[in-house]
T-cell receptor, first 112, second 116 residues
C-alpha cells in the first residue's frame, strides 16, 4: 500500500527566502507525481506534474524534482513571497489505476 | 487551462436531508472524475472514482448507498449525500481528468457541507 509523507508539516520563512518542500513515497512503481497548492477553504490548484520518466519540471519560480528509485520528490520555490503562503500537497499516482495518494501537506507561511 | 466548477460552494441543512453536489468540467471532456473528502487540517481521502456512463468504484469503507455518484456525461458528475447526518459534515472536493492517461487531475473549489 502506497504511503506518502511530507516533511515538515509546517514551515515559516521570511519573504525572499527559498522554500524547500519534501515528499517521500514508499512504492516506487508510480505513474506520475503531482504537486498542488491549497488555500484555506479552497480546492486544489495543480502546480506541477512530473511523469515517472522525468526527473524534474519547472514553472516560473517553481521547480520540482523526482527521484523515483529513492521515493522522493522536492518542490523548490525561489524567492518566496507572502502570496506563496498556503498548504502544499504532493500526490502520487500508481502505475496501475487512477488513484492519487496524497501526503499530509506542508503548511507554508511567508512573512513580509 | 482546464477548469473544474463545483457547486454549491457551501451548504447548510438539517439532519435527514439529501444534498446534491455538482462537478463540471468547463473546457474539457472528463472521462474520469473523482470525489474526495477532507477533514479539517487533514489531507484528501478518495471516496470514489467514476467513469462516464458506468458505475462508480468506491473506496473501502465508503457506503455507496450513502454517497450516490452519477457521471451521466463527459462534463458532469454529481455526488448525492443521502439522509445526511452531522457526521457527514465535511469538505467535499471533486476532480476531473481528460481522456489521456497522462493528463493531470484538475480540482474544483470544494463544497463545505454542514449538517445541523
Amino acid at each position: 500500500k502506497q504511503e506518502v509523507t511530507q516533511i515538515p508539516a509546517a514551515l515559516s520563512v521570511p519573504e525572499g527566502e527559498n522554500l524547500v518542500l519534501n515528499c517521500s513515497f514508499t512504492d516506487s512503481a508510480i505513474y506520475n507525481l503531482q504537486w498542488f497548492r491549497q488555500d484555506p477553504g479552497k480546492g486544489l490548484t495543480s502546480l506541477l506534474l512530473i511523469q515517472s520518466s522525468q526527473r524534474e519540471q519547472t514553472s516560473g519560480r517553481l521547480n520540482a524534482s523526482l527521484d523515483k528509485s529513492s521515493g522522493r520528490s522536492t518542490l523548490y520555490i525561489a524567492a518566496s513571497q507572502p502570496g506563496d503562503s498556503a498548504t502544499y500537497l504532493c500526490a502520487v499516482r500508481q502505475a496501475a489505476g487512477n488513484k492519487l495518494t496524497f501526503g499530509g501537506g506542508t503548511r507554508v507561511l511567508v512573512k513580509p | 487551462g482546464a477548469v473544474v466548477s463545483q457547486h454549491p460552494s457551501w451548504v447548510i441543512c438539517k439532519s435527514g436531508t439529501s444534498v446534491k453536489i455538482e462537478c463540471r468540467s468547463l473546457d474539457f471532456q472528463a472521462t474520469t472524475m473523482f470525489w474526495y473528502r477532507q477533514f479539517p487540517k487533514q489531507s484528501l481521502m478518495l471516496m470514489a472514482t467514476s467513469n462516464e456512463g458506468s458505475k462508480a468504484t468506491y473506496e473501502q469503507g465508503v457506503e455507496k448507498d450513502k454517497f450516490l455518484i452519477n457521471h451521466a456525461s463527459l462534463t458532469l458528475s454529481t455526488l448525492t449525500v443521502t439522509s445526511a447526518h452531522p457526521e457527514d459534515s465535511s469538505f467535499y472536493i471533486c476532480s476531473a481528468r481528460g481522456e489521456r492517461e497522462y493528463q493531470p487531475q484538475h480540482f474544483g473549489d470544494g463544497t463545505r457541507l454542514s449538517i445541523l
